[in-house]
């Protein structure tokens, strides 16, 4: 493991304040794709090292857990990413867990056993507000905790109920670090210019009552209407959104030429809607995208393949709304009806971050021309024109700041009514398509030995001896040797992972060895883990694994 790590100035800032802060709780809000992660790991190996301890991390996905796991362990820090309060005591070589909001609500008991003096990071904390039992949940789990990082990606408000742990003004949650988009593309080579080729259309549908309407994007509607005209453009029985489709795919074919690799997302509006699209996109172009969406368990493993390879196309419903890392998404196609600006904020993080070596780079999220939408791509592109434009590169053509936001006022957020789902899709045709060539500056960063952008890391937090309330052992328990691993990890994954791998395989010898033997499978498995000093597989260490391993290959070659 490195000795040192490299941050960007806004994680040697946030570290320095985050060091230097009093109290229990600390909020830092920077723009998708700035390395939040990057810095909430930082911040916990000087926190552990200066005072052992647990460290927990909540994230909003369970894709995210494996995420911050293999994130960790590039630091020396090893989390359980598919904690369970059913595995019963954390091994000791584990510094921790990552666990989801939705999790928190139903283990919150367990969790602050092990949460009691622990470092936790709450990440995109604003989710905890989503359910009341969450942020309830959150208060009786980690009110116990030594220190608590919150982080988000985008500034929130507290509309409905506020978050425990943040500190609010006026209903607004004030953050202890603030690094914006602005700031953060002045930097350069942090995060990326994002352009926002938007289409109007003439769109026409039967709302439930039966009533027949007809709207472009530029027409003044309600509410509901105006869901409905939305609805309507991305509906896969319109034409509108195949000629979307198709000016995105070809942006995409020709950014591909300077980054062969480079991916496109589109995100969907349901899980219908996004297996529609897939097959929208092989028919007209041959290309057969990724499909990952809540209900396939194997959501995870596609998105992470996705994010690894080459493959041309992603089609997600909510699965990469936010915090999910895939560098090399260039282009987007924003096909889902939610309008809220926080969730477009989120979508637009997953293109903005930056790969070095490629030099100019802009990334594309194609929209509808809806007056909501567009407004937030506005407030987005305002920051992007002012930076650009004060480097000397081209500011974005098509109206101006005051032209978006004064454009259908009768529009009021949010949400449509429930006779929604009863309207009939007529026509919808693309019109008046905006598209933007971007660019993007490409200038040069601090130079790589600036001494001020170096972090020691130092030793590692201590695993051996390690104790949680929740461990039921002390340090004289912990057989010699536990948390150090005879064979280390592959280096793709993390040790959990590499835990997991090795579970697998003892499963296998313990079925072979049932087989051969007659025996039961309690009685096997109870005989390798008196073999191997073990109470329960998913409490061992890896080399209590590996070494249960070798027991039963041994035990089987005597049979």
């Known amino acids: 493991m490195p000795s040192t790590i490299r941050l960007r100035p806004w994680q040697r800032a946030a570290l320095d304040r985050f060091a230097a802060a009093g109290g229990s709780d600390f909020l830092a809000v920077a723009t998708p794709g700035a390395g939040k992660t990057t810095f909430a790991l930082a911040a916990a190996r000087q926190v552990l090292a200066a005072a052992p301890g647990r460290l927990v991390v909540v994230v909003p996905t369970a894709h995210l857990r494996v995420q911050w796991a293999r994130a960790a362990r590039e630091l020396d820090l090893h989390l359980d990413g598919s904690w369970s309060p059913a595995h019963g005591p954390l091994p000791p070589d584990m510094h921790g867990v990552v666990t989801t909001y939705q999790q928190v609500a139903t283990a919150a008991r367990a969790l602050s056993r092990i949460a009691r003096g622990a470092f936790v990071v709450l990440d995109e904390v604003h989710h905890a507000g989503e359910e009341r039992a969450w942020g309830e949940a959150l208060q009786t789990a980690f009110c116990s905790a030594r220190r608590r990082l919150s982080l988000s990606?985008?500034?929130?408000?507290?509309?409905?109920?506020?978050?425990?742990?943040?500190?609010?003004?006026?209903?607004?949650?004030?953050?202890?670090?603030?690094?914006?988009?602005?700031?953060?593309?002045?930097?350069?080579?942090?995060?990326?210019?994002?352009?926002?080729?938007?289409?109007?259309?003439?769109?026409?549908?039967?709302?439930?009552?039966?009533?027949?309407?007809?709207?472009?994007?530029?027409?003044?509607?309600?509410?509901?209407?105006?869901?409905?005209?939305?609805?309507?453009?991305?509906?896969?029985?319109?034409?509108?959104?195949?000629?979307?489709?198709?000016?995105?795919?070809?942006?995409?074919?020709?950014?591909?030429?300077?980054?062969?690799?480079?991916?496109?997302?589109?995100?969907?509006?349901?899980?219908?809607?996004?297996?529609?699209?897939?097959?929208?996109?092989?028919?007209?172009?041959?290309?057969?995208?990724?499909?990952?969406?809540?209900?396939?368990?194997?959501?995870?493993?596609?998105?992470?393949?996705?994010?690894?390879?080459?493959?041309?196309?992603?089609?997600?419903?909510?699965?990469?709304?936010?915090?999910?890392?895939?560098?090399?998404?260039?282009?987007?196609?924003?096909?889902?009806?939610?309008?809220?600006?926080?969730?477009?904020?989120?979508?637009?993080?997953?293109?903005?971050?930056?790969?070095?070596?490629?030099?100019?780079?802009?990334?594309?999220?194609?929209?509808?021309?809806?007056?909501?939408?567009?407004?937030?791509?506005?407030?987005?592109?305002?920051?992007?024109?002012?930076?650009?434009?004060?480097?000397?590169?081209?500011?974005?053509?098509?109206?101006?700041?005051?032209?978006?936001?004064?454009?259908?006022?009768?529009?009021?957020?949010?949400?449509?009514?429930?006779?929604?789902?009863?309207?009939?899709?007529?026509s919808a045709v693309a019109t008046g398509a905006v598209d933007h060539d971007g660019g993007g500056a490409d200038e040069p960063v601090l130079p790589d030995d600036d001494p001020a952008l170096l972090l020691e890391l130092g030793q590692p937090p201590p695993l051996a001896g390690m104790r949680s309330p929740l461990d039921g052992h002390s340090g004289e328990g912990v057989p010699p040797g536990a948390g150090i691993t005879s064979a280390a990890p592959t280096p793709a994954i993390s040790r959990a992972e590499h835990k997991a791998q090795l579970r697998l395989a003892n499963s296998a010898i313990a079925r072979a060895l049932v087989r051969r033997t007659g025996w039961s499978h309690a009685k096997v498995n109870a005989e390798l883990n008196r073999l191997s000093g073990l109470a329960r597989v998913t409490e061992a260490t890896l080399e209590q694994l590996e070494s249960r391993l070798r027991h039963g290959e041994r035990w089987l070659a005597r049979t």
């Open 153 to 426: 990606g985008t500034p929130f408000r507290s509309d409905t109920r506020s978050i425990p742990f943040v500190r609010y003004e006026y209903e607004e949650a004030r953050p202890d670090f603030e690094y914006g988009y602005g700031e953060a593309l002045a930097e350069r080579r942090v995060v990326r210019p994002v352009y926002f080729p938007r289409t109007n259309g003439h769109m026409e549908w039967a709302s439930a009552d039966g009533q027949v309407h007809a709207a472009s994007f530029d027409d003044a509607l309600a509410t509901t209407r105006a869901n409905e005209r939305l609805r309507t453009a991305l509906s896969l029985e319109g034409k509108w959104l195949p000629e979307v489709l198709a000016a995105a795919h070809g942006r995409l074919r020709d950014v591909r030429r300077s980054q062969p690799d480079a991916g496109g997302l589109v995100i969907a509006t349901d899980q219908e809607h996004a297996r529609g699209i897939a097959k929208l996109l092989e028919r007209s172009f041959g290309t057969v995208p990724v499909v990952a969406t809540s209900d396939d368990p194997d959501a995870s493993r596609r998105i992470a393949e996705f994010a690894s390879g080459s493959r041309e196309w992603l089609v997600a419903v909510r699965m990469v709304s936010e915090g999910v890392d895939i560098p090399r998404l260039r282009v987007g196609v924003y096909a889902t009806t939610t309008t809220t600006e926080l969730f477009f904020r989120q979508a637009v993080g997953r293109f903005v971050r930056w790969t070095a070596g490629i030099g100019r780079q802009a990334a594309y999220l194609f929209i509808p021309d809806d007056p909501r939408l567009r407004a937030c791509g506005e407030r987005i592109a305002e920051a992007r024109r002012h930076v650009l434009s004060r480097a000397g590169g081209r500011p974005e053509e098509g109206g101006s700041p005051a032209a978006f936001r004064d454009a259908a006022p009768g529009i009021v957020e949010p949400e449509e009514s429930g006779q929604l789902s009863m309207f009939t899709v007529i």
